[in-house]
T-cell receptor
Framework: ELKVEQNPLFLSMQEGKNYTIYCNYSTTSDRLYWYRQDPGKSLESLFVLLSNGAVKQEGRLMASLDTKARLSTLHITAAVHDLSATYFCAVPTNSGYALNFGKGTSLLVTP | SAVISQKPSRDICQRGTSLTIQCQVDSQVTMMFWYRQQPGQSLTLIATANQGSEATYESGFVIDKFPISRPNLTFSTLTVSNMSPEDSSIYLC???????????FGPGTRLTVL
């Protein structure tokens, strides 16, 4: 059974600080997705990581993928309040098309 | 990207009734997916809907409870049948688009069952 584990599940951080969210998955996958969800909203695609060593950056967020370690990281640089949201990582299911999601990391950035 | 709409956006229903959720995409797609997000939880795949064939359900989800239609390449419906309070969730449809297999999600349908 494919498992996707994120940690931490809850994160409270001060503005201006850096932090990393980790996503481990249990079976081989060459793709990994990161999404953001604001309260009461749907999912917004942040990053699609397609190969080992892939690194993508958008603003204060940077995501990386190590397929050998089955690990992806989402690094937050100099956090700002607008980054407060829940972040999900996901990998393809065995069918290769749908997604299996982690439990999500609820991030709160405080002044 | 893909523009996905869902109807209704939210509903409050009585126990024992059924609700049909519609998902419309702005262009043709082969696969559409239905997910459930229970309060404060992650997303769980209910089924994969291909046009012209029966939907494929994940473990724990059955056709009698969640019948799905996929009449064409831009539209699908999910029915939540004989509802109970445990069915209170957000139901999201998504599509797989582009060479990067990026998945896009609809705005969701927030269902409350009393």
């Amino acid at each position: 059974e494919l498992k996707v584990e994120q940690n931490p599940l809850f994160l409270s951080m001060q503005e201006g600080k850096n932090y990393t969210i980790y996503c481990n998955y249990s079976t081989t996958s060459d793709r990994l997705y990161w999404y953001r969800q604001d309260p009461g909203k749907s999912l917004e695609s942040l990053f699609v990581l397609l190969s080992n060593g892939a690194v993508k950056q958008e603003g204060r967020l940077m995501a990386s993928l190590d397929t050998k370690a089955r690990l992806s990281t989402l690094h937050i640089t100099a956090a700002v309040h607008d980054l407060s949201a829940t972040y999900f990582c996901a990998v393809p299911t065995n069918s290769g098309y749908a997604l299996n999601f982690g439990k999500g990391t609820s991030l709160l950035v405080t002044p | 990207s893909a523009v996905i709409s869902q109807k209704p956006s939210r509903d409050i229903c009585q126990r024992g009734t059924s609700l049909t959720i519609q998902c419309q995409v702005d262009s043709q797609v082969t696969m559409m997916f239905w997910y459930r997000q229970q309060p404060g939880q992650s997303l769980t795949l209910i089924a994969t809907a291909n046009q012209g064939s029966e939907a494929t359900y994940e473990s724990g989800f059955v056709i009698d409870k969640f019948p799905i239609s996929r009449p064409n390449l831009t539209f699908s419906t999910l029915t939540v049948s004989n509802m109970s309070p445990e069915d209170s969730s957000i139901y999201l449809c998504s599509v797989d688009r582009g060479r990067r297999n990026e998945q896009f999600f609809g705005p969701g349908t927030r269902l409350t069952v009393l």
